[in-house]
C-alpha cells in the first residue's frame, strides 16, 4: 500500500507561484497513476491534473491549463504540481492521490490512497 504526503501549500499573492510535492512510499510513483485534487470550502474534491503510471501522458482540469505542470521524479519517489499565475479562485486544500493505472482515475470515490492535503491560500 503507498503511502502519500503532500508538502509546499502556503500564503501567497495573486499571481505568485507555488511547488506543491507529494512524496511516496510504499510504493514508487511509477506503480499507479498519480493525481492532485483540490476541495475549497462548500464545494466538491475536483481533479486538477493526472500523470500515468509511465509519466507519459498527462491531464490537466480547465482552470489549471496553461497555468499548472504535473511532473514526477522517479528517483525521489515524488509528484510535483508546479502552480503559476496564481489566482484567488486556487484558495483550497490541495490532495494527492493514487490509483492503479486503468481504474476511473477521474472519479475520486474510485482512489483508496490519498495524502492529508496542504492548504493553499492565494490573496487577491
Known amino acids: 500500500q503507498v503511502q502519500l504526503l503532500e508538502s509546499g501549500g502556503g500564503l501567497v499573492q495573486a499571481g505568485d507561484s507555488l511547488r506543491l510535492s507529494c512524496a511516496a512510499s510504499g510504493r514508487t510513483v511509477g506503480t499507479d497513476r498519480v493525481s492532485w485534487f483540490r476541495q475549497a470550502p462548500g464545494k466538491d474534491r475536483g481533479l486538477v491534473a493526472s500523470i500515468s503510471r509511465s509519466g507519459l501522458s498527462t491531464y490537466y482540469a480547465d482552470s489549471a491549463k496553461d497555468r499548472f505542470t504535473i511532473s514526477r521524479d522517479i528517483a525521489k519517489n515524488t509528484v510535483y504540481l508546479q502552480m503559476n499565475s496564481l489566482k484567488p479562485e486556487d484558495t483550497a486544500v490541495y490532495y494527492c492521490?493514487?490509483?492503479?493505472?486503468?481504474?476511473?482515475?477521474?472519479?475520486?470515490?474510485?482512489?483508496?490512497?490519498w495524502g492529508q492535503g496542504t492548504q493553499v491560500t492565494v490573496n487577491s
Open positions: 492521490a493514487a490509483i492503479r493505472e486503468g481504474s476511473p482515475w477521474w472519479s475520486p470515490p474510485m482512489y483508496d490512497t
